[in-house]
């Protein structure tokens, strides 16, 4: 299985690094974004990719967009990132993880969807019996589904920092009231259309984020990447439990790994065990199959 920890396109410019894409301009209005295969924990690279899941999360991305183009246009082009590039190397390297997008202006915020109590949404009822101002009942317990999905957005912060929960007033001051509310209500749809077709598939999506951009006339786009197992909680059903953190198709192994070292927790992340690295690329490949039906 190819691997890739950091794509070297040199045919276009670099437009930026994060904690997993790569971003390139193609041209005045496109970009070509490849998925590598790097992984962060605590918000911190480590130095090991997971073999595949580059393309995995392409692969579920695309699945999502295509659902859910319905409900909102999104970035995709149709454009094959292979013909943006130059020389078999770099066609190897964007191919099955990669896309070309529309150059879009990105909202300043995370558009979150809630649906279970768990994170930083537990942590905050437990503190306030809120999460991000809104009003909870009383006697809710860790992971307990939400009496209806909650938007809770928050704020992007710089590589390495922590994402700032906000309420809906700081959301409507940032963005004005009327597109305010137009991301709210589509987030909350496109997260109850999806809960919908992963539970009758064996998975409980417990929250995600989704990004959303602008064109020059204001148009709203899904941008970014779409419930993969790197933006969203997975949980299986038949494992779920209320009052306890039920196991979830991500990264988990490795969080679990790193929780047993004598780290801080800050730059350069540990060495990662070959038995760690292959446990949670199964995991990422099992969603994938579970949601769309791909092996």
Not at 29 to 40: E, W
Not at 140 to 156: H, I, M, N, S, W
Not at 246 to 273: C, H, I, M, N
Request: charged share 25%.
């Amino acid at each position: 299985m190819n691997t890739l920890f950091e794509s070297t396109i040199t045919s276009l410019p670099l437009l930026g690094r994060g904690k997993v894409r790569d971003i390139y301009a193609v041209g005045a209005d496109h970009l070509l974004i490849v998925t590598s295969d790097r992984l962060s924990a605590f918000d911190v690279i480590m130095p090991d990719p997971i073999p595949g899941k580059g393309e995995v999360l392409t692969a579920v991305a695309n699945f999502w967009f295509g659902k859910l183009a319905h409900i909102i246009p999104n970035q995709l082009t149709g454009i094959d990132p292979e013909s943006v590039v130059q020389g078999e190397d770099e066609r190897n390297q964007v191919r099955g993880r990669s896309l070309v997008v529309k150059r879009l202006k990105p909202l300043p915020i995370e558009a979150v969807a809630r649906g279970y109590l768990i994170g930083s949404g537990w942590k905050d009822y437990q503190a306030h019996g809120t999460v991000c101002g809104i009003p909870l009942p009383t006697g809710l317990r860790q992971a307990e589904k939400l009496p209806q999905p909650l938007f809770t957005p928050a704020t992007k912060a710089e590589m390495g920092e922590h994402d700032e929960n906000i309420d809906f007033v700081r959301v409507e001051k940032m963005l004005g009231a009327p597109l305010a509310a137009q991301v709210r209500d589509t987030t909350l749809r496109l997260y109850r259309e999806a809960a919908a077709h992963a539970q009758v598939r064996g998975i409980i999506i417990a929250d995600t984020k989704f990004e959303f951009g602008q064109d020059a006339a204001g148009k709203l786009y899904l941008i970014d990447e779409v419930l993969t197992p790197d933006s969203s909680r997975f949980w299986p059903t038949d494992q779920y439990r209320v009052g306890i953190s039920p196991p979830s198709f991500d990264k988990q192994f490795v969080r679990d790994y790193l929780e047993t070292l004598d780290w801080d927790k800050k730059a350069p992340g540990p060495k990662l065990p070959a038995e760690i690295l292959a446990k949670t690329a199964a995991k990422y490949r099992e969603a994938l199959t579970r949601l769309t039906g791909q092996a």
